[in-house]
């Protein structure tokens, strides 16, 4: 089993920036592609961003393309989601997630609110 636990969420302006962590524990993070999805209230949860074990390949959705950075130290067991230029709609509760064999969605954290008043 693998142990997710994200913090950095919080409440920021508009055009304001957050960065999120998702520390990871237990079974070993070696080989373990990591993700970020966010659900908003009353929206499908979305998919925002990818990152394999040897950082040679990234995904993101068109909605957080060029505003959102992921980045993973694996000397930490951690994953990051940098966010700029948040706006109201990127308001949602935010879940880091890790998975083996190409998938992302074996293991989720809890969530952490992020909030963007206008």
């Known amino acids: 089993q693998v142990q997710l636990v994200e913090s950095g969420g919080g409440l920021v302006q508009a055009g304001g920036s957050l960065r999120l962590s998702c520390a990871a524990s237990g079974r070993t993070f070696s080989g373990l592609a990591m993700g970020w999805f966010r659900q908003a209230p009353g929206k499908e949860r979305e998919c925002l961003a990818r990152i394999n074990w040897s950082l040679r390949s990234t995904y993101y959705a068109d909605s957080v393309k060029g505003r959102f950075t992921i980045s993973r130290d694996n000397a930490k067991d951690t994953v990051y989601l940098q966010m700029n230029r948040l706006t109201p709609e990127d308001t949602a509760v935010y879940y880091c997630?890790?998975?083996?064999?190409?998938?992302?969605?074996?293991?989720w954290g809890q969530g952490t609110q992020v909030t963007v008043s206008s």
């Open positions: 997630t890790a998975g083996r064999d190409g998938s992302i969605l074996d293991y």
